[in-house]
């Protein structure tokens, strides 16, 4: 039996007052795909993310999403900025503002929102780290309280934009894995745009590839067999 549709692109266009960065893109995000999108520098990377998180309206086709997406219930990891490692406050709130999406009109976070930002800090092993600030931690730490805080969004989905830009191999590793483990254990969706084609191509299961001829949009395998996933097949970890 198939695994249900979290998000499909039907032949659609997306970019900015009215130029086109991708045009007749077709994609299906299934419960439990792992995606890994690639591509050269501005080829458009981030702009499908944003379409695919809602926050760029497609200026063709449609971007449709599963019920349980709807209410921003998708989490986000964005690439990282010099301010947003410096961010001053402590791991436990940065991790809890990741409810914020589900707060509605209410002022404070419910219990059942603090013990879910608790359960993920413990299942990315920031548990210990819950009252340090966050600017003090190492960057493969940040990386994973941001996760964390991710998770207290995404319900089935967890869209990444360069996650392991800036880590060091180890820590890059560690995360790997830990996508892993929400992926197959879990049952995680995952997307992720990554430059780190070695490792992110052995996990993922199918790839995007946005190039200016065209997309190649299939499994891993076939990827590496193709003409643009070539060069990568001998590529370490
Ligand atoms: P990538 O993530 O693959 O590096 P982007 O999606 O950031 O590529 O950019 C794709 C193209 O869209 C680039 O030509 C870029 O200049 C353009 N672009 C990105 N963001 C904007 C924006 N906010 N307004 C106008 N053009 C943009």
């Known amino acids: 039996m198939e695994r249900p549709e979290l998000l499909s692109c039907r032949d659609v266009s997306l970019g900015y007052d009215g130029q086109n960065v991708l045009t007749h893109l077709n994609l299906t995000i299934r419960a439990g795909d792992y995606l890994c999108v690639v591509g050269d520098n501005g080829s ?36 990282q900025t010099r301010a947003q490692r410096d961010f001053p406050a402590t791991v436990y709130e940065v991790v809890l503002s990741g409810c914020l999406n589900q707060k509605g009109t209410r002022f404070f976070y419910s219990a059942a929102q603090k013990s879910a930002a608790l359960m993920n800090m413990g299942k990315l092993g920031v548990l210990e780290l819950k009252d340090e600030s966050y600017r003090s931690l190492s960057g493969g730490q940040q990386q994973r309280v ?48 990554t430059h780190d084609l070695g490792p992110a191509l052995r996990q993922a299961r199918t790839v995007l590839h946005i190039g200016r001829g065209g997309f190649f949009y299939g499994t891993a395998a076939d990827y590496l067999a193709s003409p643009q996933g070539r060069r990568f097949r001998e590529v370490e970890p």
């Open 44 to 79: 458009g990377k981030s702009t499908l993310l944003r379409g695919l998180l809602g926050l760029l309206p497609p200026q063709s086709g449609e971007i449709w999403r599963a019920p349980e997406l709807r209410r921003g219930a998708i989490g986000y990891l964005p690439q």
């Open 146 to 193: 941001l996760l964390a805080r991710a998770l207290c969004a995404a319900g089935r989905l967890l869209i990444l934009d360069e996650p392991i830009t800036g880590l060091d191999p180890a820590a890059a590793q560690d995360l790997y894995k830990t996508l892993s483990y929400l992926n197959e254990k879990e049952g995680m969706a995952v997307v992720m745009v």
